[in-house]
């Protein structure tokens, strides 16, 4: 893939982040304990057994969501969150990986897909194919959850660095996507919405901005 003019090469910013990652989740190890939306949200939904969390971070919500009976599958870009959350929790099935690749699971593998704040640092083809991973791995009708980067979160960096497309900028060598509502509509083609909403949430003693959604598979 050609990279964004003003982005730094796609294969170094993938292993930018993984150690950045590392790096924080090193300092901060089982720090934190985060909030349990996931599992207010999902329990609309009763024939939810099977999930798979992208970006799981240090394992707090993995642990909540394995706690309300859930059989859930961790992923993180870096190896230390993915070893800090079987520490946390040694019934969630952990695995280190990049999900803006392809995913290595079957077709039709999951009742859902969470992805809290973990689909805002790529750029719009990477972001697209990588949605459109997660609808292969649901079954049908699955749940996709997920919270993103609102284009007003200003104490998380919204409008700063160089915006190399459309609500995506380049600040200290990585990807970060703002989305606005209509680039969330956009994002989720191929699925039905459910909830699209518009958040602030404490993060780390600061308010954050997210849109947080919920969408159903369609087909």
């Known amino acids: ?4 003019s003003g982005a730094p090469d796609r294969s170094m910013a993938d292993e930018d ?3 950045y990652w590392d790096s924080i989740h090193s300092r901060h190890e089982l720090a934190g304990t985060g909030d349990e939306w996931a599992v207010e949200v999902l ?3 009763p024939d ?3 999930l798979l969390e992208l970006g799981c971070g240090r394992g707090a919500l993995s642990q909540a969501l ?3 009976g859930y059989r859930v599958h961790a992923t993180d870009i870096s190896p230390v969150a993915v070893e800090l959350t079987k520490r946390r929790c040694d019934k969630v099935v952990t695995r280190a990986m990049d999900h803006s690749g392809p995913l290595p699971f079957d077709a039709g593998s999951f009742d859902a897909v969470i992805a809290d ?3 805002h640092y790529f ?3 990477t972001t697209v194919a990588a949605v459109g991973e997660i609808r292969r791995v649901l079954r049908p009708s699955g749940i996709l959850a997920g919270r993103v980067n609102s284009n007003d979160d200003k104490n998380y960096g919204a409008g700063h660095g160089t915006e ?3 609500g995506l900028f380049v600040f200290e060598g990585h990807y970060k996507r703002f989305f606005d509502r209509s680039m969330l509509k956009a994002m989720l083609l191929g699925f039905e919405t459910i909830e699209m909403s518009h958040r602030e949430i404490n993060r780390y003693g600061r308010v954050k901005r997210v849109r947080q959604f919920m969408a159903r598979k369609k087909g």
Request: glycine fraction near 0%.
């Open 43 to 45: 329990s609309a939904f």
């Open 123 to 125: 750029d719009w083809k």
């Open 164 to 166: 190399v497309e459309p």
């Open 48 to 50: 939810i057994v099977s």
């Open 117 to 119: 704040l973990s689909l």
């Open 66 to 68: 394995v706690e309300a």
């Open 17 to 19: 982040r993984r150690e």
């Open 1 to 4: 893939m050609t990279p964004l």
